[in-house]
Each structure stands twice: as C-alpha cells, then as structure tokens.
C-alpha cells in the first residue's frame, strides 16, 4: 500500500532563518507531488507542484521553492523565512496518467511553521 | 483563471441534514471533489463526481452537480458530531493537472 510521510511535524524558526520541509512517497512510482499551504482564513492554497523529477511548477510568487532530487521525494526550503510564512503545510500526492484515475489527492499529515 | 468559492461556515443540529455549496468558475473541469478535514489532520477525500453525472450518492452522503450554473453541494444526511470538520471542495480539468481549492467550509454540529 501507498503511504506518505513528511516531516517535522511541527516547527519553531525565527524570521530570517532557512526552511527545509521534506515530504517521501512509498508504495508507488512516478507520483505528481504538490505543496500546499493552509493558513488562516485562507483556505488551502496550492504553493508548488511537479508530474516529474526535476520538474516543478510554481503557483505562487514567494521566497518558497520546491525541488524533486528523487521521484518520491519532495523538498520545500526557503533561504530566509518571513512572519507571513507561518501556516500549516501539507504535501499530497496523485496518481500519473494512470487509466481509471480519478485525480484523488492523498495528504500527508501536516507540518506545522510558525516563524517569530 | 480557475477558482472555487464556498461558505465559511456552516452550523446544523445533530440529526438533521447539512448542505455546504460550492460554485466553480473553470468550465471544463473534469472531476469534482469533496475533502474532510479533522483538526490537525491532513485532508481525506470524501467523494467525486465525473462533470458529465449530476448527482453521486454514498451512504449519508450526497453530491449533486448543476454543470449549467457551476454549482456542486454536498449533503450530509442525519449529521453526527464526528460529521464535525472542515470540508473541501475541489475540481480539476484534467486528471494529471493540478487541482484547485475552495477555502473551506467550517462545520459545526450543535447538540
């Protein structure tokens, strides 16, 4: 079975510091990957999201960036955090291409930023 | 550009039934979603609907779809306080693209 990890769970950073928000995938290959950001009272907001290694595709202009070194793997870094990063970060996965595909997303558990 | 819009919130009785909307502007989505999310949890799917059917049934749940007016609800039959969440509406218009959220609708069940 397919599961998805990322980690840490939650943070404390001060503004100004790096970000380094990792995100795996087991169980399947050649997954899409995206990056969300749910802060409050703005619901979910797609950040980055990539159908390959090496591949991303960005949403929102920001001092966040994504990279893909390995098909299941997806890093969410940032070289100097802002106050307005601080939300609740989530990474997801979908099937590629394959036949049937319903487009379902399936979330990882959340990493929780707050920058002070 | 796409978007999706949907209450904030949306309280209800326990034992009656919800209906939280959900209006989308990119016509040529292809599937329609419902996330559940729990506090502190990631997002779960609830349910789908293909854009060529107009209404889904699962158990207590309920999706129906009005392409014209792009209007998706989901209703909740006989609401329980674990129904207690924030739900989700999506869409995407091709099934390896990108998918597009409403905001969230905060349901509270009061007793």
């Known amino acids: 079975s397919q599961t998805i990890h990322q980690w840490p769970a939650t943070l404390v950073q001060p503004v100004g510091s790096p970000l380094s928000l990792e995100c795996t995938v087991e169980?399947?290959?050649?997954?899409?990957l995206y990056w969300y950001r749910q802060a409050a009272g703005r619901g979910l907001q797609l950040l980055f999201y990539s159908v390959g290694i090496g591949q991303i595709s960005s949403e929102v202009p920001q001092n966040l960036s994504a990279s893909r070194p390995q098909d299941r793997q997806f890093i969410l870094s940032s070289k100097k955090l802002l106050l307005s990063d601080s939300g609740f970060y989530l990474c997801a996965w979908s099937k590629n291409g394959a036949s049937g595909n319903t487009g379902e997303l399936f979330f990882g558990e959340g990493s929780r930023l707050t920058v002070l | 550009g796409e978007d999706v819009e949907q209450s904030l919130f949306l309280s209800v009785r326990e034992g009656d039934s919800s209906v939280i909307n959900c209006t989308y502007t990119?016509?040529?989505?292809?599937?329609l979603y419902w996330y559940k999310q729990e506090p502190g949890a990631g997002l779960q799917l609830l349910t789908y609907i293909f854009s060529n059917m107009d209404m889904k049934q699962d158990q207590r749940l309920t999706v129906l779809l009005n392409k014209k007016d792009k209007h998706l609800s989901l209703r909740i039959a006989d609401t329980q306080t674990g129904d207690s969440a924030i739900y989700f509406c999506a869409e995407s218009y091709k099934r390896d693209d990108k998918i597009i959220f409403g905001k969230g609708t905060r349901l509270h069940i009061l007793p």
């Open positions: 169980g399947t290959s050649n997954p899409n």
């Open positions: 990119d016509s040529s989505s292809t599937y």
